[in-house]
């Protein structure tokens, strides 16, 4: 069983399974694989700090704009149902399509609220943006991976550059290179409902995200490191975070590194280091 097959039997890690001979090899592995080990250690501490961010409940007026305009497209499906069902069944799915895309969309605004009108704590000389307090946002996404969205496995800065500006339709001017990391590739993610992209490096085994989230308002931010580290947590090593911002573009990196090294890195790619 290789890498790739062990993190998947075991994830989410050390939750409660059926042991199969699936599960026997895929422990077996890890148990000769530092870097397995190594990896679903961060995960595990990843899934913690996701599973203790506070829900945000949306207001009341918000929440019945939803629910009217999730009313009205079941109203314009039922009217269409019957004559759609005897005419063309092929497309009988097209109403519901559209419901889930409406959903989508409603769904989409309520995220943007929420992030236009969340409070900033400790914005710092320089101008607004996400405070150091605010590093779970990241580590959410870097839990979740596998949001399914674009991707592409390229170590050719240009190409990776290319690929960022295309896909976020900024133009963007980055190094692209950390000192000692080798690039691996460029994926979209969702940072609380708003479609950004995170670069990845990698170095024996340890991964690095470098994320890039557009935003339409604040001046430039500093780099400062997060302070999103649950009360009381002790054992497995959690994840740093490092956040600034340009008047455009929100940045953050995302690593199991120590904090000072991270630190380091950020202000090199700000030219202050």
Known sequence: MNCAEA???L???EEPRIVDQRVLEAREHLEQCEGC??????????????????????PAEVRERIFDALARERTAQGWASAEREERIGHRRGTAATFLF???????????????ANRPLQDPGPRGSG?????????????????????H??????????????????????????LPGFDL????????????????????????????????????????VLSRATPPGWSGQPY???????????????????????????AQALTGQG
Do not use: N
């Open 37 to 58: 080990r190594d990896h679903l250690s961060m995960d595990g501490a990843l899934l913690h700090a996701f599973r203790s961010v506070p829900a945000v409940r949306a």
């Open 101 to 115: 895309m409406a959903a989508l969309l409603v769904l989409s605004f309520v995220s943007l609220w929420g992030l």
């Open 184 to 223: 691996s590739g460029v994926e979209i993610c969702i940072v609380e409902g708003v479609r950004g992209a995170v670069v990845m490096y990698k170095r024996d085994g340890q991964v690095l995200y470098h994320y890039l989230v557009p935003r339409g308002r604040g001046g430039a931010q500093e780099p």
């Open 11 to 13: 994830w989410p890690p």
């Open 239 to 265: 994840p740093s975070v490092v956040i600034w911002g340009s008047e455009d573009v929100q940045q953050a990196l995302v690593s199991d590194l120590p904090p000072d090294q991270l630190m380091e890195m």
């Open 130 to 150: 996400w405070s150091a307090a605010d590093g779970d946002a990241f580590v959410e996404d870097f839990l979740r991976r596998a949001v399914q969205e674009e």
């Open 7 to 9: 993190r998947e039997t």
């Open 152 to 177: 592409i496995g390229t170590s050719d800065p240009a190409e990776a550059s290319r690929f960022l500006t295309r896909q976020l339709g900024i133009p963007l001017s980055l190094p692209m290179t």
